[in-house]
């Protein structure tokens, strides 16, 4: 069973018909036709590994300091997170499962109390709070302050937003609220400004969008009101002045940043949750965006993130399916659009989210990508078949 976090109830998944046309050339011995866009096959199913009940994010992070990547995932069945140490060659140790807060929903990382490990902060959409764990030498976590919240938080971000050195939070909240905390560097966070915008705020995302050097936030509206990404930008001093929306597909899960054509601009990354789509926006470099771009994934995307898998300097995108249980990969043709149709593999039930990870290996360092499996209460790792990744810029050169 798919245990669904966003309380919306599902939908019949459809799919979106693309009709190829090819163009025929007359010539002297007759017509040709163009061959149909065959989507290279750069990666291959792995090995999955069991987590809590029901997971909603896993985040790569080396939380031991042994230069590998291990893996954390938010657990909203069974209230935990789960710790999975890496072995560096795409392998990963038998999880270690904590008790958190109720049904923790999503995370942030940061370095809260200053020592050099890293900490985690949760939304806990069940206790309507927000949970700090403090990270320590041997990878695991101890339990730091809690702050209640008004109501239901559903993501988290967190980033520098007032320029004192100490990482800052925003979560966003089911009631149509954005909640800021104020960080005091001593893993202690004040409660900051508190926003009411927008419906059923679903995520939200930071980074200095006009290079002001001030940190701006971008919200996706899931509601059936909005249908919307509002950009936030920033004050400097952990406020954001009103927004402006850009008009998305249907019910946007998730927004993210990239650099779509290679213009080291930030752009957006945003998946829709119906109609089985996502919407790219080509940004200005002043915090403005141009119309959005709509394209098709295969059916129910629920999560999605931008990076160069072929090589070939162009920003493509890797989106998991959670009705049609698979994982897509478009490659980018380097101006927001993406050949048609994308390479699909199959995962395990449900794939909630996604992330990306380094694998070291005797021949070379590649990438390769984990699906949080909702529905099989798992992690899924794909390796890459050989391709070295290029990671593009995605912001303006100091």
């Known amino acids: ?140 976590f101890e339990e730091g302050p809690r702050y209640p919240v008004h109501r239901t938080p559903i993501a988290i971000a967190s980033d520098d937003l007032n320029g004192d050195q100490a990482p800052d939070l925003v979560v966003a909240l089911r009631n149509d609220k954005i909640k800021v905390f104020l960080g005091t560097g001593t893993g202690e966070f004040t409660h900051g400004a ?34 919307a990404v509002s950009i936030w930008m920033g004050n400097g001093d952990g406020t954001f002045r009103p927004p402006t929306d850009y008009r998305t597909g249907k019910r946007p899960l998730g927004v993210s940043f990239a650099d779509f054509n290679r213009d080291r601009i930030h752009d957006l990354f945003v998946i829709n949750g119906q109609q089985d789509s996502f919407t790219t926006f080509l940004g200005n470099g002043n915090g403005t965006f141009q119309p959005g771009l709509d394209s098709g994934a295969d059916a129910g995307p629920n999560f999605g993130l931008a990076r160069d898998f072929n090589g070939d300097r162009r920003t493509d995108v890797a989106i998991v399916n959670i009705q049609s249980s698979d994982l897509s990969i478009l490659f980018g043709r380097g101006d927001g659009t993406f050949e048609y149709p994308p390479r699909n593999y199959r995962t395990k039930p449900g794939p909630f989210a996604l992330a990306t990870f380094r694998v070291t290996t005797k021949e070379a360092e590649e990438p390769g990508l984990v699906t949080a499996d909702n529905g099989n209460g798992s992690v899924s790792i794909f390796l890459h078949r050989g391709l070295k990744a290029v990671s593009a810029p995605v912001a303006p050169p100091p």
Not at 27 to 37: E, L, M, N
Not at 71 to 84: C, E, F, H, V, Y
């Open 1 to 140: 069973m798919i245990r669904r976090a966003d309380g919306h109830n599902r939908r019949r998944p459809w799919n979106l018909v693309v009709m190829a046309t090819s163009l025929s050339l007359l010539v002297a011995s007759g017509c040709t036709k163009q061959d149909p866009y065959t989507p290279p096959d750069l990666f291959y199913y792995f090995a999955s590994y069991k987590v809590g009940k029901n997971p909603t994010t896993v985040t790569p992070i080396d939380v031991n300091q042994d230069g590998l990547t291990d893996l954390l995932t938010t657990n909203i069945g069974s209230d935990t997170l789960s710790i999975l140490l890496g072995n560096g060659d795409g392998t990963f140790r038998d999880q270690i499962q904590l008790s958190t807060c109720k049904e923790p929903r999503s995370l942030a990382l940061g370095m809260f109390n200053r020592d050099p490990y890293p900490d985690v902060v949760l939304a806990c959409s069940g206790g309507d709070e927000v949970a700090v764990l403090f990270g320590r030498a041997d990878g695991k």
């Open 194 to 227: 508190q926003y009411e915008y927008g419906d059923t705020p679903t995520s939200v995302a930071l980074a200095d969008l006009n290079g002001d050097g001030k940190i701006d936030l971008a919200v996706t509206n899931g509601g059936p009101m909005s249908n």
